[in-house]
Nanobody
Framework: QVQLVESGGGSVQSGGSLRLSCAPSGRIFSINSMGWYRQAPGDPRELVASIGSDGTTTYADSVRGRFTISQDKVKQTVALQMNGLKPEDTAVYYC?????????????????WGQGTQVTVSA
């Protein structure tokens, strides 16, 4: 079973930057999209940004213009560059991969999740 390994979280002051990275522990057969979600205490998990296999990106309104998602299709990795961080960006950030894996002769849709990495932004 493939696992997603995240890195890059930490604590910064308001206005600072962090870069999150996510890599699979093994090869994924086919990737539909990759993304980052976040969850603050007491809040539901929300989409921060995603990138499709064709490079199409989607951003939450709250981060558009400050965050940039990118992928390396050869390495099957995804990164999130976060600039202009605000205290309201404080959350646990989760990497997500929407993929296809072969089960016998048939492809099966699979959603992989990372373990989460804490991002804390102080005022």
């Amino acid at each position: 079973q493939v696992q997603l390994v995240e890195s890059g979280g930490g604590s910064v002051q308001s206005g600072g930057s962090l870069r999150l990275s996510c890599a699979p522990s093994g090869r994924i057969f086919s990737i539909n999209s990759m993304g980052w979600y976040r969850q603050a205490p007491g809040d539901p998990r929300e989409l921060v940004a995603s990138i499709g296999s064709d490079g199409t990106t989607t951003y939450a309104d709250s981060v558009r213009g400050r965050f940039t998602i990118s992928q390396d299709k050869v390495k099957q990795t995804v990164a999130l560059q976060m600039n202009g961080l605000k205290p309201e960006d404080t959350a646990v950030y989760y990497c997500n991969v929407d993929a296809e894996e072969m089960t016998g002769w048939r492809p099966t849709r699979v959603y992989y999740w990372g373990q989460g990495t804490q991002v804390t932004v102080s005022a």
